[in-house]
């Protein structure tokens, strides 16, 4: 959601900004643009509705010159996606140009109070309000830029992710951060800043993650600076970043989309790489160790996630009460943060995030805190906020993912849950140990399960062009599958644009099933397993109505196979390991539904691959 790039240094900065842009894309947005300070000390703003590509075409003629600029991707908050709401903004004299993802929640009251100075707005964001006040600040109290944003910072409300740039001095570049991420580049001569580090591989490994409501000056021929709001001189922690270039790339793939489904034999591995020692019969976790004694202790589960990844933590209730006997509550985090919820001690909080960044888990997690909840994270971008935000957890090991639609980061939740509730089952006695010896091995082999079922990618183009023109489509699913027909649905519904929803098999008959005729498909999980037979039962209710059976069952199944319209056969596995494999099929028969109905697969309208506002 919104993206930040901007550049200080000896090169051309222009190229390396829209090629940033480029690279963020993926977070969704609605419009672009850019500020470049040319070698005579003139600033150029170039903005546009729609994609870069759009801007790219509009800026051709125009005056790209400059080693110093800001670009931003904006997603529509305050105000429709249009030119002139775009950022950059400027201040009141437009000296002063600003981008911002993030919310200021009190510019009413700013705004208000700038007007009667003579202040004059163009348009209707919060983003407007903050250049013209920083502005206000440096005139009045004769402030250098820094200590401007500074003073301004602390009068907002909200939150941000800032780079401010000054046309009397074109050396400098102030950024901010509360909320919103925000990544430093440092190069040799140069200085890189964007809102996640894939702009910025590709020049240095060299990288400073700004912390909560830290300002940095950064200044042509100086070391960075950083100063919290209080003022303080804090040091630059100075990382090293540990992703490649190949991994935000393509890599001879149509689509990331694409790509992140056919990575999910690596990522599922990678995510139990290390952890899970089926031989020795050990699950080893390094961010969950200290909290053993609480996994014994444990009276509840609560997980927090939106998405997909509540998807994730709907699996994990039943791999948790399963395996390790214990209750789980699994809650959306938008619902969970607005409510008065009942949090004991002996419960453990378990947040589920891809990004890191999505504000409703961040803003649960800190709800769960203030009542003296033990959290743990389940994320995928390292050094994300929710991963500092929690006492401990897991990282999934998925890699970069770029496609809005989430695939890979999904299994690598499932995977790492489902080491959690097997660890909770060993440190529990729950499980007998020939049981928990089998899942240890059963797991192991899920990567190449997954291979296989990636095989079947031609017989699911075929079956997607058989749906591609629905209008509608239901997904069914019973026990552990249930919450993968939430996602397959989830997954056509936000790439075709069909409308489609998920429902345990055996609700259908308490509604749905009114909407079922001969052109209505149904997606079904069928495989071998105690909801079998009941299964069997629900196809055989939407074949009497005519309805087409789209089935993934076990390898050999031949009953299912009688009564469908189409078959996907899957490798056996134990069935509460099922969502790893079966998830397969319903991301590629959306992903070749999209692309036949010429949709922008991994940039669906109106998505945001981070939702950085509640
Ligand atoms: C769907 C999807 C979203 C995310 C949700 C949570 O494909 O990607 O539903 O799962 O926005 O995002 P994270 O996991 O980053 O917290």
Redesign the pocket.
Known sequence: MCGIVAYLGSREAYPIIVKGLQRLEYRGYDSAGVALINPKGELNVYKRKGKVSELVAFAKDKDISGHVGIGHTRWATHGEPNDVNSHPHYSQTKDLVIIHNGIIENYNAIKEGLKKRGHTFLSQTDTEVLAHLIEDIQQNENMKLGHAVLAALNQVIGAYAIVVMDKKDPSTLVAAKKGSPLVIGIGAEDFFVASDASPIVEYTKNVVYLEEEQVAIIRLGHELRIRNLKDKEITPYVQKLNIEIESIEKGGYDHFMLKEIYEQPRSVLDSMRGRLHADTGDIKMGGIVDHEKKFEKAKRIIFL?????WHAGLVGEYLFEEFARVPVEVEYASEFRYRNPIIYPDDIVIA???????AD?LAAIELAKSKGATVLGVCNVVGSSIARATHGGSYTHAGPEIG???TK?FTAQVTVLTLMALHMAKVRGTLSESRYRALLYEMESIPSKIEVVLKLNDDLRKIAFTYKDSNNALYLGRGVSFPVALEGA??LK?ISYIHAEGYPAAEMKHGPIALIDDEMPVFVIATKGANYEKVVSNIQEVKARKGKIIAVVTSGDKDVRAMSDHVIEIPETDEFLVPLIAVIPWQLLSYHIAVMRGCNVDQPRNLA???TVE
């Open positions: 996630a939106c998405g997909t990844s589920i995030s891809q990004s890191g960044e999505t888990t809005v639609a989430s980061a989830l997954k936000e691959k981070s939702v």
